[in-house]
């Protein structure tokens, strides 16, 4: 698929918000259809997944406290007919050590947010035999 770069946005999302919402959200008002989304900044008590291949589904990993967000990297696109945001992160601890996996939720302690909407095609999720939701597989 060929996509050309739209609009930029740059902001800080508001402490206490939920950040998978607040690009859901965000994804919604601004009827961001593609775009790719990049964060940095603290999250406090993250929950974060790990799909299990054999059992199709996520095992929950429920962090306490507040952890630096050190990356933030994910994609809009459709699922069940609206804009939806697919997010992996990396959660630094206190000693500086990393946890990482797919972000579930997270409350903002500070997030600085860059989404680049990409414009061309529609792509879209769909529900796969092994669990998940995902684009079709696309030969080059
Ligand atoms: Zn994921």
Not at 130 to 139: A, F, I, K, R, V
């Amino acid at each position: 698929m060929r996509f050309s770069k739209g609009r930029v946005f740059l902001l800080r999302a508001p402490e206490g918000e939920n950040l998978v919402n607040f690009v859901n959200e965000l994804a919604k008002k601004k009827n961001i259809i593609v775009g790719s989304v990049s964060a940095i900044g603290s999250l406090r008590n993250p929950k974060i997944g790990y799909f299990e291949e054999k059992k199709g589904q996520y095992k929950v990993i429920e962090l306490k406290g507040t952890y630096e967000l050190v990356s933030l990297m994910g994609n809009i696109s459709i699922k069940d007919g609206e804009p939806f945001a697919h997010i992996h992160v990396a959660l630094g601890d206190s000693e500086g050590r990393l946890w990482g996996g797919h972000l579930i939720e997270g409350e903002v302690f500070v997030a600085e947010v860059f989404v680049q909407e990409l414009l061309g095609e529609i792509l879209e999720r769909k529900p796969q035999e092994n669990g998940l939701s995902l684009w079709d597989e696309e030969p080059l």
